[in-house]
Structures are given as structure tokens and as C-alpha cells.
């Protein structure tokens, strides 16, 4: 693809989602002008987003990111979004995805400062090539993400469980890796609990079992975790969630960071400790990620 591709969406109701409403959008020339500057909700990061890997013009995982989206918008006191029309909106765009991989983003904000409405807008573009990564893995540290595992129902204010805007400590968690010799990073909560990456759940494998981090506490439940956890569990391995103290990352027989583009990344190392990587079940993972999902 040799140019971005955007739709701004016309918000609607969610409580009629009616046909006709699937296809109020606009297609824009994502490299004009396309928001207003008064667009302060996005500025500050009021809002919410998802982003979608695409193979083939194919969108991946679409029902669970929706479903994430829609999810994110109650935490933050947003719209229900309308998902049979963002839905349709994935479809045009995978549409303008040539064969490979590609990302589709989902944005809502709150929109124009005391405007009566939210903005919404999709847009797709090629995917950086993560082929080497998936092969050769990443090296990670551990650090404090300043809350413990009731923060989130403690201070629900937070935020915690929703993926919006604000992805400043995100990105300051990666530069904080970066500085420290690694490729990434796990957070973990003050009372010594894992929780996830900046942009990416964790897996690890004890055996025969896997495990990651229950869903709560302001861990996101991750769309391309679910689709792992489905591929093991259809080849007889047992899966869960749990409480997963920090002492038991170095206990690990392998593991994995997950997302939606980057797909399946092995860990070689966490903090000082290397970890094995599963040379048979790696690239099993990722070919199974790069086939259609839904």
C-alpha cells in the first residue's frame, strides 16, 4: 500500500443499529487535513482506539476488538459506539489493503472541546515488518507500574482497563527499556504481581500448561491472546488465567509477548534470567496468527 487510508465515521446511536446507518462515512485522503485543530480531546488523549492486523485484505479478530472498543468507551463515559457500523467500516478498509500485512486503527475521543458529538475515524497502513522479531525474539525488564491489583476497583477513575489515548507511559516504559539494554517491558504491580506489557499481553509456558495474567487489576484482556489460548487448547494443551507472582517469571519454561501486529514474539530474557525459546511452537503460533480469524 503506497498510501494511508482513512473514513471518518459519522457517530450514531448504538441503541438503533440499523442498517442504514452502516455506512455513514466519509473517505478522506489520510495525508490532507482531516480534524479540526479545536480536536482537544485527542490532544489530551480522551479517548479510545483499537488497532487490528490485517493479512490479505482479511481483518483479524474484528468481534473481539469491537467488542474491546465498545468496552473502553463505557469505562471512559463515551457513546456506545455503533459496532455494525464500525464494523463496516473495517470491511471498506481491509478493502484498501493490497496482499501482506497491514493495521487498522479504531479512534474515538470525546471530539471537539463542548461539541455535541464525539469524532470518530479508521485508518489503515502498512504494518512494520516484525518477521525478525517473531524469529529471533525480544529481551525484556520488569518494571513498577506504580498501582497495586485493586487500583483499578479502588480508583475506577483510572482507567485502568480501558486502551485509550493516553499512551505516554506506555511509550516511556519502552524508552525506559530501551535505556536499560532491552527491546520491551513487563509491568508489574506493587504488590509483586505481573500484569502485561506497553503494548502486548504476556504468555508463559510451565510444561505443558500456559498461563497469563486474569483479566483484572487493569490488565486488558488481549484479542490476540484469546486466539492463542484457542490454537493451544485445540491441540491438547491446558490454559489459564492467574495470579502470577514476579518470582515466577524466572520459573518459566518459555514465553511469549502477543499482539495484534506484532503477533507472536518470543522472550530470550527477562531482566538477567535467559529463557529458552520453543523453536516447534514459536513459528507454529505465528502461522496460525497469520491465517484468517474472525
Known sequence: ??????????????????????DTFTVVD????????????????????????????????????????????????LPVPNLEQWRHAILVAAAECPPGEAVIKLILSRGVEHGPTPTAWVTAAPASDFSVVRETGVRVVTLDRGYDLTAAERAPW???????????????????AHRRGADDAIFLSTDGFVLEAPTASLILRFGDRFVTPAPS?????????????????????????ERIPASDLA???????????????????????????????TPALNQYLLSPRD
Open 1 to 22: 500500500m503506497t498510501r494511508r487510508f482513512a473514513l471518518i465515521i459519522d457517530p450514531v446511536d448504538a441503541s438503533e443499529e440499523r442498517a442504514e446507518y452502516a
Open 30 to 77: 489520510a495525508a490532507a487535513p482531516a480534524l479540526s485543530v479545536g480536536e482537544l480531546s485527542t490532544q489530551r488523549g480522551d479517548g479510545v482506539f483499537e488497532s487490528i492486523g490485517v493479512i490479505n485484505g482479511h481483518a483479524q479478530e474484528v468481534v473481539p476488538h469491537l467488542e474491546r472498543l465498545a468496552h473502553s468507551a463505557q469505562l471512559c463515559d
Open 158 to 176: 483510572l482507567l485502568l482497563g480501558a486502551k485509550t489515548l493516553s499512551y505516554a507511559v506506555n511509550m516511556a516504559a519502552l524508552r525506559e
Open 217 to 241: 487489576g487493569g490488565i486488558l484482556h488481549g484479542t490476540t491472546q484469546l486466539s492463542v489460548y484457542e490454537y493451544l487448547s485445540g491441540h491438547g494443551f491446558e490454559v489459564g488465567y
Open 251 to 281: 520459573r518459566a519454561d518459555a514465553a511469549w509477548l502477543v499482539s495484534s501486529v506484532r503477533l507472536a514474539a518470543p522472550i530470550t530474557a527477562i531482566d538477567a534470567t535467559s529463557l529458552s525459546v520453543d523453536q516447534v511452537l
